[in-house]
Structures are given as structure tokens and as C-alpha cells.
């Protein structure tokens, strides 16, 4: 399967009209093994400067711009269409960075970081008092997160600033694992593309909330619960969490509409049989609906989630199926993020009444 192939059709033609329609748009290709110094040195001379430049992390593709810079962040809230109460990640090079972006660094931070950056984790951490409103919502604390992607390593260490970055997808879309999903979510929306090919891990960092007495995670990721505990003891996690999109998120990555192909996802929580059988009935009455196949092994889940989500969506099915994994590892990532896409909807038999309301919602008729 390509992941730089074709784009959702549904997707092209995004128009924001009070997006930026001046920038750059401009494209180049970076080598992930060694990334070409004058592409790095040009896309951290623009960050410089206030532009926005994409970029591939390990996780996703991140739209980055100049923590320090008020007009760049807030085009990044333009450009994405994302609510100003949803804070964003700072992304930085080395850990004595994070020093001057925090007011404590406590312990459990340092052998987290120790351990696990370079990496997708992102710690939530009481915020120094220069960090900019606009990025934490006005709270009292601030996601950083050191990235371990060749390009987004060699790019931090040349800016020497931090960076926030953004998922490269307009809000509450699916994100970008791969610069092909980069442009048909934010075509003319960025500044700099760097093209570094798809990205390994496929899913966003894990979001741990260090700021109150006992850790939390606050979005399972690349770093899986198990290796946490290991470090931290004792970690609270919250499955199925939901936030209302007019406060502001403990974990914006928890709205429930979230990650969301424009086709309606519905969760099956039952075995195969169970889908074909819905499939079956819809299909009687007249309404095409596709199975979504996440891979058994849960790296290649991960990986491949969001083009798989991104391939289903340019059919032309009126509703989409998906059997979560096993919750366990990456694979609670992956459930999360079916979740989120799902808008908390399954079905878990295929009574009359499941059927009816598969049926309202691939019409439409339900929100
Ligand atoms: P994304 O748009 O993919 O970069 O997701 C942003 C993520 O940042 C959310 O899911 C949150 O978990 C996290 N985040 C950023 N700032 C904060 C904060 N101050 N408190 C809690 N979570 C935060
Ligand atoms: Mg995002």
C-alpha cells in the first residue's frame, strides 16, 4: 500500500476564509537517514521569520511555527481552524530547553525523559511564565515534547527554539502521516513542506500530565501505558474520555470529534462474523458500508491507521466499519483514535434496532 498515494477526494478543495491565502506553499524533499543542511538551514531561516513550516516527526506531521511568536502561533490557529482553547505541544531539541519553558521539572519528568526522549512523549509540566497565552489556553501548564525524527531533530537543533507543532490537518480531522495527507489537509495553508516520507510510528505522542500529585495520561501514544508504569508506579488513565469542545481540554486529543474521516465510522465491538452481518443488512437495504481492516500486529496498526482511514474515506461507502484492537500497548492508541473517529458510536449486535440506526447514520439523520 502507498502511503503517498492518492488523497481523499472528499478533502480537496478545503477553503478557510479567514486562512492566510498568501503563503509559500512551497515543497521540498528531505532525506530522513541525512537531511540535506541548506533544506534545514532554509525551513529554520522561515521559522525565523514567522512562516509555518511542516515538517514529519515520528509520529505525525506537525505544522510548526515560532513558539516565540504571537502571529505565527495564532496562523497556526488559522490555518488548522482550531479553537483557541486547545493548547499546543512545544517541541524542542534537548531537555535544557524544556528547563526555560517550565517553572518545575520534577522528578518523575527527568527519568521519564531520561528514558523515553527522543520520543514521541509529551509531558504536561507547570508552564514558565513567558510562554505565550495563546499556546497553553491560559493554563497554568505546558505540553513540550522532545522528538526523535531525523529531520525534526536536525531542524530544532538549527532554529535552537522552540517550536509548536501542531498535527498538519485541519481540526478534527485525521492526521497526517505522510506529506501526500499534508497537502490535501492544508494545501496553500503552510509556508514549507518538508517531505521526509511517511512517518514510522503512525499515531500521536502519548500525552503524560505531570502537574498534579499523581501522573496522568492524558492521550495513550507511541510510549504504551505499560512502559510508564515502569517508570512512574503509579499512572491514571481515563479510557473513552470526552471533553465538550467549548472548554478548555485537559487533552484537546480528547474531543470526542476527533481524528474523523468525513464518512461516518461506526465501532463493531463483536467478532468478523458480526460485520459481515451488518454489512449484510445494510447492504438489503440498499446502503453501501465498507470494513475497515486494521492489521492484526498493533505497530502496523498504528502505522498504517490513519491512510487506511484516509483510503476508506475516498470511497464511495455511505458508512464505515472498524473492529478496535486489543487494548493493550499501541493498541490503545489505535482504540482511542477509532473512537474519536467513531464520535463514540458502535454497534455490538445486529438486532433490528442496531440496524436502524447504522441506517440514520450513514443517511445522515443522526448526528
Ligand atoms: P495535536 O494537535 O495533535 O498536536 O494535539 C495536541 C495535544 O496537545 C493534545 O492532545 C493534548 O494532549 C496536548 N496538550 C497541549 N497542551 C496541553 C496542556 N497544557 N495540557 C494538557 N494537554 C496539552
Ligand atoms: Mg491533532
Known sequence: MSHNGEMSARSEGFSNPSADQSRLAEYRQVSTESPEPDVIRYAAELLDSGALVAFPTETVYGLGARASNPKAI????????????????????????????????????????????????????????????????SQATVAVRIPS??????????????????????????????????????????????????????????????????????????????????????ITYADRVITAETTNAPAPGQFLRHYSPLTPLLLVEGDESLTQQILQALGDKGVTALSVEIPQDQIEAARN????????????????????????????????????????????????????RALAIALAELP
Do not use: M
Open 149 to 234: 525524527h531525523p529531520v525534526a531533530q536536525a531542524l530544532l537543533l538549527e532554529t535552537g527554539f522552540a517550536v509548536a507543532a501542531p498535527s498538519a490537518n485541519r481540526f478534527g480531522r485525521i492526521s497526517p502521516s505522510s506529506a501526500a495527507h499534508v497537502v490535501s489537509e492544508l494545501a496553500g495553508q503552510y509556508d514549507l513542506l518538508l517531505d521526509g516520507g511517511p512517518t514510522t510510528l503512525g499515531v500521536e505522542s502519548t500525552v503524560v500530565d505531570l502537574s498534579g500529585p499523581v501522573p496522568k495520561l492524558l492521550r495513550p501514544g507511541g510510549v504504551t501505558l505499560e512502559e510508564l508504569s515502569e517508570v512512574l508506579g503509579e
Open 74 to 137: 495564532s496562523d497556526v490557529f488559522l490555518a488548522k481552524g482550531r479553537p483557541l482553547t486547545d493548547p499546543l505541544i512545544l517541541h524542542v531539541a534537548r531537555v535544557e530547553q524544556v528547563h526555560e519553558l517550565v517553572s518545575e521539572f520534577p522528578e518523575d519528568a527527568a527519568e521519564l525523559a531520561a528514558r523515553f526522549w527522543p520520543g514521541p512523549l509529551t509531558l504536561v509540566l507547570p508552564r514558565h511564565p513567558d510562554v505565550l497565552d495563546l499556546i497553553t489556553a
Open 305 to 356: 491507521l490513519y491512510q487506511l482511514l484516509r483510503e476508506a474515506d475516498a470511497t464511495d461507502a455511505k458508512l464505515l466499519l472498524v473492529r478496535p484492537t486489543q487494548s493493550a500497548g499501541i493498541g490503545r492508541a489505535v482504540n482511542d483514535r477509532l473512537f474519536r473517529a467513531a464520535q463514540g458510536r458502535s454497534l455490538k449486535d445486529c438486532s433490528e434496532e442496531s440496524v436502524r
